[in-house]
């Protein structure tokens, strides 16, 4: 009786492990052009660069340097 909870279950996980990669393998919609991050208009140039881009020229570049520091501390946190 409980293997059936616990299959449920599992197959609930399953099924939304992989509905996140699908919606994550989809092509981005395009962006709104206002950065998700501080919400200023993003700059024209980077729109036209990448049309789904979700934040601005100051924000991708402070994530970006956000995720070389995770790296460099090992990946973790
Ligand atoms: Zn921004």
Redesign the pocket.
């Given at each position: 009786m409980d293997e059936i909870d616990v299959a449920n279950e599992r197959a609930e996980q399953i099924t939304n492990r992989a509905i996140q990669l699908v919606l994550r393998s989809l092509p981005q919609a395009p962006s709104s052009g206002i950065?998700r991050?501080?919400?200023?208009p993003?700059e024209r140039t980077r729109l036209r660069a990448n049309p789904s881009a979700p934040?601005?020229c100051?924000?991708a570049a402070e994530e970006d340097s956000e995720r070389q520091r995770r790296r460099k501390l090992g990946g973790r946190g």
């Open positions: 950065c991050a501080c919400g200023e993003i934040t601005c100051d924000c």
